[in-house]
C-alpha cells in the first residue's frame, strides 16, 4: 500500500501504522461487527440445496438458511460455520445430515422496541439564548438540519447502529457553498460578520446541504491518543463501495472449470479517508483522488456509545450480550422441532406380512398373511416434556432481564398483570426497560448537543448565522416514551405550586421555558 501522509506534517502518523490498520487490524475489526449485524438482521439467504459428503439430500431441509444459523451446532445444520465469514462459509459435516432448523430472532424485536422508546416521539432541541426571537432561529436552523438528513429516520438509524454495535460515529460535512465560505474566512476568527444578503430562506438552503454522515462500526478507524482512549487525534475509515459496473468477467480457462455458472457481482472499490485536524485525504484503491485543508482547524466528528464503557473506544452492545442465549434458545427450539417431527406422527412395523410397503395406511384397509408370527407394531406420538419446555422459558426470562426488554414492553399479554392505569404502575412493570433508556438518553443527548455546536459552529465560521459560544449552548429534551394524561399532568403542577415549588421549575417539568412566554416583540 503506498499512502502520503506528507500533507498532514505529523510524524507521529507514520504510513506503517496506516497499513498495519487496514491489512491486519480491519479483517478482524470487521468480522466481529459484521457478525453483530447479521444476529441483528438474521439475513435470509436462499435457495439452497442441502447435500451430505455422500451427495444425500435432507428430507427436512427447506430452501434456505438464515444468518442466525452460524450459532447452531452442526448435529442440526450439518455445516461447520468456523470461519471469519460465518453464514456463508459453512463446510458440510461428513455422516451428518440436516435436521429441522427453526430460528426465532428475540434480539431483533429487542432492539425494536429500544429505538422506540428511545426515539419513537422524537426529539427536540431547546436553545439557552436568552434572546427568545435568537432561540427561535437557532432552533428552525437546527430543525431544517436534521430534517434535510431524514428527521426521524436519522435519529432512529442512528439507535439503531449504536444498539447493535456499540458505539457509532457521525461526520458533520459542509456543503460545497459553506466550504468555500469557510477556507475564505478570517484564520482564528470565530463569529464572522453576517452576510447583509443572506436571509432566512437562504440559511434554511444552507442548512440543506450539511450533511450528517453515519459511520458505522466496520468502517471506523480511529486513531486516538496513547494516554485517552476518549480523545480522536486522526479519524480513519476504510470500507468497501460498490459501483455501478459488474466485475471483470472471468478468464476463459477457469469458466471451463467451474462446475457452474457464477454470475459477477458488482465491482467493488477500497476507499480510506483520512481527517484530521488540519487537513484531509481520500484514497480509492489506495490512489489518492482527494485532499485540501480542514478550515474548522478540529475534527468534526461526534462520537457516540450506546452504554458507556470505561476506557474503552467502543461502548457496550445489546447485541452482543444476547448471542449466547439466543444461540440457546435455537438450539432448543431446533430439538423439539426435530422431537416433534419424529414423535408426532404414527409409524408402524409390519413383521411377516408381504407387500405391505406397497400399500398406503388408511381407514378401511385390511391387511391378510398366512404367517402366525406375523404383526404389527405402533410406535411414535408426541410425549410431553415439560423439562424442555421449562428451560426455553428460563432462556426467555434470562434475556428478557439482560436486554431489560420484557415482552411487556413490545405488547405481548399473556398472564393478567392488575390495574395499570397509574403512571406507578406503569413505571414499575417498564422499570428495567425506563432504567436502560435514561443512560441511552445521557449518551445519545450528548451526542446529539455535541452535533448542534458543530453545525452552529459551521455557520458561525462561515459568517451564514453567527453566534456567540454562550448561544451555542443547548439542551436535547426527550419526551416521556409513556402514556401521559395532560389533565394529570397540569393537576400535579398546581400541587407543586400550592407547596411552594418555584414556577421556573414546574414550567421546565411540564417541558417549557420560563422565557418561552415573554413577549414575542423583544
Not at 485536524?277 to 462520537?303: K, S, T, W
Not at 398373511?369 to 428460563?394: K, M, R, V, Y
Not at 449552548?473 to 399532568?489: G, H, M, T
Request: glycine letters at 6%.
Amino acid at each position: 500500500m503506498a499512502f502520503d501522509l506528507r500533507i498532514f506534517q505529523d510524524s507521529s502518523l507514520k504510513e506503517s501504522f496506516l497499513d498495519w490498520l487496514i491489512q491486519f487490524h480491519w479483517p478482524t475489526w470487521f468480522a466481529r461487527f459484521h457478525r453483530l449485524w447479521e444476529y441483528y438482521q438474521n439475513r435470509f439467504i436462499g435457495p439452497v440445496s442441502f447435500e451430505d459428503a455422500d451427495g444425500r439430500c435432507a428430507e427436512s431441509a427447506r430452501p434456505y438458511i438464515q444468518a442466525q444459523e452460524m450459532g447452531l451446532p452442526p448435529r442440526i445444520t450439518g455445516r461447520l460455520y468456523d470461519t471469519p465469514d460465518g453464514i456463508d462459509a459453512g463446510k458440510v459435516v461428513r455422516d451428518i445430515r440436516r435436521k429441522e432448523v427453526v430460528i426465532e430472532n428475540d434480539i431483533a424485536w429487542r432492539i425494536s422496541a429500544m429505538v422506540d422508546f428511545l426515539f419513537g416521539k422524537g426529539v427536540s432541541f431547546v436553545s439557552r439564548a436568552p434572546n427568545a426571537s435568537r432561540r427561535r432561529a437557532i432552533q428552525t436552523l437546527l430543525e431544517a438540519v436534521f430534517e434535510a438528513n431524514g428527521g426521524p429516520a436519522f435519529f432512529q438509524d442512528l439507535a439503531v447502529l449504536g444498539a447493535v454495535y456499540g458505539f457509532v460515529d457521525c461526520i458533520i460535512r459542509p456543503g460545497a457553498r459553506l466550504n468555500t465560505r469557510l477556507q475564505a474566512a478570517t484564520p482564528g476568527r470565530s463569529v464572522q460578520t453576517p452576510d447583509a444578503s443572506v436571509s432566512l430562506p437562504r440559511i434554511r438552503t444552507f442548512a440543506s446541504e450539511i450533511a450528517l454522515d453515519l459511520v458505522e462500526a466496520p468502517r471506523a478507524l480511529p486513531v486516538l491518543e496513547e494516554d485517552d482512549c476518549r480523545t480522536i487525534r486522526y479519524y480513519i475509515q476504510h470500507f468497501l463501495q460498490e459501483r455501478n459496473e459488474p466485475e471483470q468477467p472471468p478468464a476463459l480457462l477457469e469458466r471451463f472449470f467451474r462446475r457452474r455458472s457464477i454470475p459477477a457481482g458488482r465491482r467493488k472499490t477500497a476507499v480510506t479517508e483520512i481527517i484530521g485536524p488540519r487537513c484531509f485525504q481520500r484514497y480509492e484503491d489506495f490512489q489518492c483522488v482527494a485532499e485540501g485543508p480542514n478550515p474548522l482547524g478540529y475534527i468534526p466528528v461526534v462520537h457516540i456509545q450506546n452504554l458507556s464503557q470505561p476506557y474503552a473506544y467502543e461502548g457496550i452492545s445489546d447485541v452482543e450480550q444476547l448471542i449466547g442465549l439466543q444461540n440457546e434458545l435455537n438450539t432448543r427450539l431446533s430439538d423439539r422441532a426435530n422431537r416433534l417431527t419424529m414423535q408426532a406422527f404414527r409409524m408402524y412395523l409390519a413383521k411377516g406380512i408381504e407387500g405391505v410397503g406397497e400399500k398406503p395406511v388408511s381407514p378401511g384397509r385390511m391387511w391378510c398373511t398366512d404367517n402366525e408370527n406375523a404383526s404389527i407394531q405402533e410406535f411414535g406420538g408426541d410425549d410431553n416434556c415439560p423439562s424442555e419446555n421449562l428451560h426455553i422459558l428460563d432462556i426467555r426470562d434470562a434475556m428478557d432481564k439482560i436486554s431489560g426488554v420484557t415482552p411487556v414492553v413490545a405488547g405481548v399479554l399473556k398472564n393478567k398483570i392488575g390495574h395499570l392505569t397509574s403512571g406507578v404502575a406503569l413505571k414499575m412493570t417498564f422499570m428495567g426497560m425506563l432504567t436502560r433508556n435514561s443512560r441511552k438518553q445521557y449518551t445519545y443527548g450528548q451526542g446529539l448537543r455535541r452535533m448542534a455546536e458543530i453545525i452552529l459552529d459551521i455557520f458561525d465560521r462561515a459568517g451564514v448565522f453567527p453566534t456567540s459560544p454562550e448561544e451555542r449552548q443547548l439542551d436535547v429534551r426527550f419526551p416521556n416514551p409513556l402514556p401521559e394524561e395532560p389533565a394529570e399532568q397540569l393537576k400535579e403542577a398546581q400541587l407543586k405550586k400550592d407547596l411552594g415549588v418555584p414556577a421556573a421549575d414546574i414550567l421546565k417539568e411540564l417541558g417549557y421555558e420560563p422565557t418561552d412566554f415573554e413577549p414575542t416583540a423583544e
